[in-house]
């Protein structure tokens, strides 16, 4: 078994209206208009001054739970979306961890899964404890990135990618944050670049509604659960309209969906659902034993859907 510990989150401030973002990346005022009135988007979280080392580095000092317990941490995972996040041979994590008091943790990226990748990191955190004779150790999935980028700026028609973090501890074991259930679906015939093909997101914008819905239910049967008894469902922040349609065809009211990062933050690359786990929990949104599921989707492209227990 597997469960998430805690949970810290980093978004740099102040956030940049759409306007802006619209300007640095070539968006007409008709896209700024459709991306407001129709995705619901506002603003995003970014810091053009800041780095990679200084976005994972404010999750991680966000970590309170950590502080203390830096020598049970066995592996640091760094999910992240795109292939290449900085140019070779710059590596910020060795310098990080070092920083942070976790030299001594075996430390890799995950990638991929794109914006599915952080559900990834926690199935495989926990894969990794449960050969850990160790019950105390822990492992610690980071997400983050930097939109370096157009490509790492925006999906056209669908979303604007912002600059959150969030750094997550991962045990082994049931109890409180345990992970009930995990899908994932991969269509490779989506792999390629949206900006160019024009026909390739027109097909992928149908197929997604379909495919993410079905994953979602299969994440609920492996967790043994109806849909109506999750408390919660935490998205990853594309986009307000891909949301409401996704409630309708699950039958869910979209109250239980938390949008109110999207217009915000904007959509963080893997990091949303952990940035909407802490806005459930800051706002009280979740009880003690309540069922929420975290459901991403990345390019390429991965449905992926993850089942907890509060």
């Not at 990638?111 to 004779?133: E, F, I, K, M, T």
């Not at 469902?233 to 309209?241: D, E, S, T």
Request: charged share 20%; with cysteine.
């Amino acid at each position: 078994m597997t469960a998430l510990e805690a949970v810290a989150v980093h978004l740099p401030g102040p956030a940049v209206p759409l306007e802006a973002v619209g300007e640095r990346i070539g968006l007409t005022p008709r896209q700024i208009s459709l991306f407001r009135r129709f995705h619901g988007l506002d603003q995003v979280c970014l810091d053009p001054d800041g780095t990679l080392y200084d976005l994972l580095a404010g999750a991680l000092g966000a970590l309170t739970q950590l502080r203390g317990r830096e020598h049970l941490v066995r592996h640091v995972l760094y999910a992240r979306s795109m292939p290449v996040a900085l140019p070779y041979p710059l590596d910020p994590m060795p310098e990080l961890l070092r920083r942070f008091g976790l030299g001594h943790a075996e430390h890799f990226s995950i990638s991929h899964h794109a914006c599915a990748g952080s559900l990834l990191a926690v199935d495989l955190a926990g894969r990794l404890l449960a050969a850990d004779p160790d019950p105390q150790a822990l492992a610690l999935v980071l997400t983050g990135e930097k939109t370096f980028t157009p490509d790492a700026q925006l999906v056209p028609e669908t979303a604007v990618f912002a600059e959150g973090a969030a750094a997550c501890l991962v045990r082994a074991g049931g109890g409180p944050g345990e992970v009930l259930s995990y899908a994932v679906r991969q269509l490779g015939e989506f792999d390629g670049r949206f900006a160019e093909d024009p026909e390739l997101l027109s097909r992928y914008q149908r197929a997604y509604p379909e495919t993410m819905a079905e994953v979602i239910r299969t994440a609920a049967e492996r967790a043994g659960i109806e849909l109506d008894e999750l408390a919660l469902i935490l998205p990853h922040n594309v986009n307000q309209v891909s949301w409401r349609r996704l409630s309708r065809e699950l039958k869910l009211p979209i109250e239980r969906v938390l949008l109110d990062n999207v217009p915000t933050v904007g959509h963080s690359f893997a990091a949303d659902g952990f940035i909407n786990l802490h806005t459930a929990v800051a706002k009280g949104l979740l009880r003690p034993g309540d069922r929420y599921m975290i459901a991403a989707s990345g390019l390429g492209a991965t449905f992926s859907a993850m089942t907890v227990r509060h």
